[in-house]
């Protein structure tokens, strides 16, 4: 039995675990991300990774590499490319330093990438061969294995579906695009609308739930209001719907995959509006293609996502020797 250190990096926190080549998490640790001070992500990930592999040659269990997912696009070399909540990663290649420190090869993938690594090798796509993970969190990312292989794209950009337009001339996306799904279906999209409704005259529900100060109202704070019967609030929610159905249609028709899980912070809210999700992506989507496709919404949980980034090292020590992601 040989065991794999997986460190999920998140903006906020980063948490490391030892996971058995089962999936299952034996040890698990966590830590703000940026708790030494600003831009202080990598030292955190060194830190959380030495630590799992101390405590794992302490409880005996033979760590064979480190998989870590990160909140970025990473080209097929391991480099990070921009990343807006870790910034201090942009630009670097952990593997290299990490893995000479720890005498261990260190593989580094999108933090979605890894996640639908770990939902097809452990959770919610074991058996199927084709997989669409789409992860609604603070931003919106997805994932897609097809045949047991991630899809990156020529330049680490596969699977970018949170930025795949829904409304032509939708709002403005910080990614400098327009009309994105991440602008209506993500949590930073959804309490953007959110405090701009408080603003206004007709946002008075939304304003009275953040104690009158529309700067506090957030995406929870939308869907909270939405289900007790606002009607602001539910046009936002609403509009997150339709715009999350789309996707889905455009995923079903696209790639018609076995599976897609549907997870992140945002997922929980999702889950009692998932009749009409699948009544939107129904008006969108082939019947038959839609009727193949099994749909879960999975609550997010950092044990999902550390087991995603220990598939990864696993799915990695399973192909070439030269590979070229890894070190030493
Ligand atoms: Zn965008």
Known sequence: MRFVIGVDVGGTTTAAGVVSEGGEVLLEEQSPTHGDGP??????????ATAMSRRAAEERLPVAAVGIGVPAIVDAAGRIGEAHHVADLTGQTLGPALGARLGLPVFV???????????WTFGAGKGARSLVVLAAGTGFGAGIVLDGRVVRGAAGFG???????????????WCGGRGCLAVYASGRGIGEAGRAAAAATAGAGLRAAAGGDPARVTAATVFAVAAAGDA????IVDEAVRALGALLATVVNGLNPEVIVLTGGVAAALAPLEPRLLAVAASHAFRQALAS????????????????????????????????????
């Open 39 to 48: 831009d202080t992500s990598g030292a955190t990930i060194a830190r959380l």
């Open 109 to 119: 993938d999108n933090d979605v990438n890894a996640l639908a690594l770990g939902e």
């Open 159 to 173: 699977g970018e579906l949170g930025h795949v337009p829904v409304k032509f001339d939708g709002r403005a996306c």
């Open 293 to 328: 496709t099994r749909i879960s919404i999975v609550p997010s949980d950092k044990r999902l996502t550390v087991r995603g980034a220990a598939a990864l090292a696993l799915q990695e020590l399973r192909s070439a020797p030269a590979n070229r992601r890894g070190h030493p």
């Open 232 to 235: 602001v609030a539910g046009a």
